[in-house]
């Protein structure tokens, strides 16, 4: 049965697939954050793959299919910026600082960590991009010289913490202006965290959706600079 599993062409697509629909039905069931689809469908097919005693290469063989999806699913993020373009022109000062703000702050915390628990300088960079969406911080794990896997897994957490915990953290610091809301959870926490971004407001959505993509490129600049601090 595993083997006739493993020559599937798209075995990995289908497990990949099938995990995160099975997340996504629990979390509408019982409505609880920590059951993010993302994060039970890791868990579920890690489990499977585990227990099956199935090779990974088989497995990414098929899932490597999903990848190519990952760059137009983030340009389709510009929609519902588009909509809310008004709201953007209104608050663009106040918008871009949060950005930046996030941004350094996210370097200085990655800075902190490093001289905290004494990392080394590829450690040190290989966290630099965990809070910008995976197709840019792999290149600019790969540029400085990190650990992409790492710096992958990294980014994975980061947004399902993001999107976990975003509600329970605006609401501790009583952030209610939709416009910052949008710009703090793109900002820390990616795609991922925008998806919650989006079921809280289309605003919300939408900032966060132009947060992702600023703050990338932000992070272009600034992690080569951060990278001699350590």
Request: some cysteine; hydrophobic content about 55%; glycine content about 8%.
């Amino acid at each position: 049965m595993v083997d006739l599993i493993q020559k599937s062409a798209y075995f990995g697509m289908v497990i990949s697939l099938g995990a995160f629909f099975l997340g996504s039905f629990l979390k509408k069931k019982f409505k609880w954050g920590l059951l993010n689809p993302l994060l039970l469908s890791i868990v579920f097919t890690v489990t499977f793959l585990l227990v099956c005693k199935i090779d990974y290469n088989y497995y990414y063989e098929g899932a490597k299919y999903l990848n190519y999806l990952l760059t137009p699913a983030t340009v389709c993020l510009a929609i519902p910026l588009f909509e809310q373009f008004e709201v953007l022109k209104k608050s663009k000062k106040a918008v871009f600082i949060g950005i930046i703000s996030g941004v350094v702050t996210s370097m200085l915390s990655v800075l902190a960590m490093a001289v905290l628990f004494s990392f080394s300088h590829k450690e040190y960079v290989t966290f630099l991009p965990k809070s910008i969406t995976t197709a840019i911080g792999i290149g600019v794990s790969e540029e400085l010289g990190g650990y992409v896997p790492i710096t992958v897994a990294v980014i994975i957490i980061t947004g399902v913490l993001g999107n976990v915990m975003a509600e329970f953290v605006l609401k501790l610091f009583h952030i209610d202006e939709p416009v910052a809301k949008g710009i703090a959870i793109g900002t820390a926490s990616h795609a991922v965290g925008t998806t919650k971004a989006m079921e809280l407001g289309d605003v919300e959505g939408a900032m966060s959706s132009l947060s992702i993509v600023v703050s990338g490129m932000i992070t272009v600049v600034s992690a080569s600079l951060f990278a001699k601090l350590w």
